[in-house]
C-alpha cells in the first residue's frame, strides 16, 4: 500500500463509488483520492475531489476545456503535487510501494533518432540489456499489430502508426496503471476508432487500471466503465456505464448515456 499524504483536507466524505472491475492484473492498483485540491495562484482549479477507482478499472475524465482534467491526471502521476488532499495506491495483489504508472499523451514524443523498436524500449529505462529490450518491444509492437515496422525510423510512420508506438511504449512495462491524456485527439475519425478498439482490446487483455481524459463523449463511453464529469472543480457526475466489452459504435443504450453526459457537460449553459 502505497500512501501520498499532503496537507489533509478537513471534512473529506468517504468515496461513495465501489465497484470492483472483474479481471484486474497482479500488478494493477486501486486509486483513491481524498479531498484533492490544485489552485494556481488564486486559481482553484480542482476543489475537493473524492474517488476511489478500483484496480482494473478503466475510468474516463470529461469536462468543459479548462476544467481541470488534465491537471488532474498529471497529480495522480505525480507530474504535479496538490495543494491539498491524499492519493492513495494500493496494488491488487497486495504488494508495497508505487505501482507502475505510465502516461500516453496526445503528442506520441517519439525520438527521431531511434528506431520504432528501441523507442518502445526506452520505456523499460535503462537497466535492461538492450538485447532483452528488442525483444520485450517486438513483443509489444504484435500486440498494437506494428510487428513488421520494428526497424522502421518513426518519421516514416502515419500519426495513427505513431501514436500506437506510443502506447507500445508506455505498455512495456506492464503497467498496472495506464494514464492516457487525450491520446486520440489528433487522429483522424476513422483511426481513432481503431486505436479505440486497440486500447480495449489490450486493457482487456493485460488488466491495467486505466484512466482517460478526453474531450470525445462517445469514445469515454465506448470505453469506459465509468465516466466522470469535472465541472468548476469537482465532479458534477459520476456515471457506471456498465454494459460487456467491446461494444459497438451506434449502440442506442450507449447513445443515450452519451446524451446524459452532454447535459451533464452542457447543463448550465444549455439552460439559459
Ligand atoms: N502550470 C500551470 N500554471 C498555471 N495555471 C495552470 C497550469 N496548468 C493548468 N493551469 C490552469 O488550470 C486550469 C485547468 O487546466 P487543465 O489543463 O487541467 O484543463 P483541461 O480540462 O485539461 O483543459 P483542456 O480540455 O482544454 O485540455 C486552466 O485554467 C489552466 O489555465
Redo the contacts with the bound molecule.
Sequence with gaps: MTVITHERFQGAREPEYETEAADAQAGAASITLTGLE?S??G?R?LRGINLHIPAGQFVAVI????????????ILMGL?QPTAGDIRFDSADGGAGEPNARIVFQEPRLLPWLSVAENVAVGLGDKVERRLGLAEAAAVLSEVQLAEKASEWPSRLSGGQRQRVALARALVSKPGVLAL??PLGALDALTRISMQELINRVWRELGFTAVL?T?DVSEAVHLADRVIV?DEGRTALDLAIPYPHPRRHGNSTLAELEGKLLAAILGKESAR
Design positions: 490544485k494556481f495562484g486559481n482549479v469536462g468543459k476545456s479548462g476544467c481541470g482534467k488534465s491537471t488532474l491526471l498529471r504535479d491524456d487525450e481524459v474531450h469535472l
